[in-house]
């Protein structure tokens, strides 16, 4: 894999140790635990949980007060432990991000109480977190969400349904929101606890690349109201803000996925015999490599400037984070077909490293807002900048 990125002025030098040491942990452990293949996801999903906290990784998901390796979520650091573990295994990349994604909206704007009572043992992987945003008729128009919570003596009770859910099934704790009111301003959001009288799983997803996924339902959960994080009807301000921090970071998945597929392609070009040379000595392959390798760099490019401008300038990155989940998850499906065409028969062979690629690549152009979303939010925010300089 080429490193030279890491010398980029968007990182610091602690960041390239990052990676190098990651990376290092990765080529060692994943092997073993990924050893069983896709035949019980859930269990191998639970295991990496553990060995990532195991190996400290986990704390770079929660702020330091509470078990966390940082002060605060720091997003360049989320991308480069993202990117590193997509390189080597989709499941691994999967089961850190849910860890951080889950838990985000904890981490921002929850109470004290609920920090400590959730937030270290994310860090050590001993809780499984998830995200429950989507529903069956409310995806990226999260306004549009019908769950609700009713107020009672003590809190609330929860009822309705979401879909899509990431870590469904496997979860100790959910984060859900849910409506309190009309409108935008008229959603919330609390913590659920697997164990709660009322919470079941009516479905596991299947999908093209192997994750725990489910369709999670609420039958009058009854929840106290100290789970509740921030305000209530700020749910939807939680759940943008969660998103603008770890929207990057898929964008770091999509590039670790692209960057192995490279990798891939390029050694097979240098060792692939035909008419009479190698395949990478024909043009044609060569402008493919080629492609391919501006690609990779035009996606970190887009990746670590938004990290950097979160990270170090601490403003909202809602368009820089779009602009870097788009292209790199868009152009990394690219790589990926043009690494499949490069490898010929062996590029769509069950149980080869670019056949896995392709199917891994796909669902984030779904998730965490499709392509098309974030096309509608680099438009939205480029006429109001627009707007605002043309202002007298």
Not at 66 to 81: K, P, Q
Not at 216 to 235: H, L, P, T, V, Y
Request: net charge neutral; hydrophobic share 45%; glycine share 8%.
């Amino acid at each position: 894999m080429d490193r030279s990125y890491l010398n980029w002025p968007f990182l610091a030098p602690h960041h390239k140790q990052l990676a190098l040491d990651i990376d290092h942990w990765a080529r060692q452990s994943l092997p073993p635990l990924l050893a069983g293949g896709h035949d019980d996801v859930d269990a191998t999903c639970q295991a990496l949980v553990r060995a990532l906290g195991e190996a400290g990784w986990l704390r770079y998901c929660v702020p330091a007060a509470y078990g966390g390796a940082t002060d605060a979520l720091e997003v360049r650091t989320l991308a480069i432990i993202r990117e590193t573990l997509a390189f080597h295994s989709g499941l691994a990349d999967f089961a850190f991000a849910m860890q951080g994604l889950g838990s985000g909206a904890i981490s921002l704007f929850g109470s004290e109480a609920l920090k400590q009572k959730y937030l270290p043992a994310v860090a050590t992987g001993e809780k499984i977190a998830a995200f429950a945003l989507s529903e069956p008729d409310a995806g990226s128009d999260a306004a549009a969400i019908t769950s609700a919570l009713t107020p009672t003596a003590t809190g609330y009770s929860l009822s309705g349904e979401k879909t899509w859910i990431s870590n469904g099934g496997i979860a100790d704790f959910y984060c859900v929101f849910a409506r309190t009111g009309e409108g935008a301003r008229g959603v919330s959001a609390i913590v659920l606890d697997a164990k709660t009288e009322g919470f079941s799983i009516p479905e596991r997803i299947d999908i093209i690349a192997p994750h725990p996924l489910a369709r999670i339902a609420f039958n009058k959960c009854r929840i106290d109201s100290g789970q509740r994080i921030g305000a209530e009807g700020e749910g939807f301000k939680i759940a943008l803000t969660t998103l603008d921090i770890f929207r990057t970071t898929v964008g770091a998945a999509a590039l670790g996925f692209a960057r192995r597929a490279l990798d891939e392609a390029t050694g097979h070009a240098l060792s692939r015999r035909m008419f009479g040379a190698t395949l990478s000595d024909l043009p044609i392959a060569q402008a493919q490599l080629a492609e391919m390798a501006l690609d990779v760099d035009a996606a970190a490019l887009l990746i670590y400037r938004s990290a950097w401008v979160k990270d170090v300038q601490r403003t909202r990155v809602t368009r820089e984070a779009a602009m870097a989940k788009l292209f790199a998850t868009d152009h990394g499906q690219v790589i990926i077909d043009k690494a499949v065409q490069l490898l010929g028969g062996l590029g769509v062979k069950t149980g080869s490293k670019v056949e896995e690629l392709y199917r891994e690549i796909r669902a984030l152009r779904i998730y965490e807002g499709a392509s098309e979303v974030q096309k509608i939010v680099i438009a939205r925010q480029h006429l109001e900048n627009f707007r605002s300089e043309a202002k007298p």
